[in-house]
């Protein structure tokens, strides 16, 4: 799907939830790095002190990324949020990297929850990608995720 089909009727609302997912690069397996996945999850309690913001729930997986995000009231909205976290991340890592590489796809997708989703599952969705894709055979043996519901 072309950035601009994942933009189409993006709509940012203050104190918003949404289910956000972004790829590597020609999803490459940066982050079976520890290192690397270290720096990345280093950033997202930065990053939501910045942005006073708050990742629910979130699982960094080699090459990607999920995450339940609550905007704040005064945020300057969805793209800009998940932009911020996506670039300062990419600095930090592809100077681990010596620069060589682009860390991120261009593009993210979203999708805007409802009052009556329940939370609580799309937290165990998440969370439980390390699972499916055979990662691990505990959760509690993975250790790049977190959530508040969990």
């Known amino acids: ?29 940066y982050f079976n790095n520890f290192d690397l996945a270290c720096l990345f999850c280093q950033y997202i309690s930065v990053h939501e002190t910045k942005y006073q913001c708050t990742w629910l729930t979130w699982v960094l997986m080699p090459d990607h990324f999920h995450g339940l995000l609550r905007l704040n009231v005064n945020d300057p909205g969805l793209s800009q949020v998940v932009g911020a976290l996506r670039g300062a991340s990419s600095f930090i890592i592809t100077k681990k990297l010596n620069g060589d590489n682009k860390l991120w796809q261009p593009s993210f997708y979203d999708r805007a929850l409802r009052i ?11 969370i439980a990608n390390p699972l499916r894709k055979k990662l691990v055979n505990h959760i509690g043996d993975y250790p790049f995720w977190n959530s508040i519901y969990l």
């Open 1 to 29: 799907m072309s950035w601009s089909e994942l933009r189409k009727g993006r709509i940012s609302q203050a104190q918003g939830e949404y289910f956000i997912t972004f790829n590597s690069y020609n999803k490459r397996p």
């Open 116 to 126: 009556e989703d329940d939370r609580k599952n799309i937290a165990r969705y998440i």
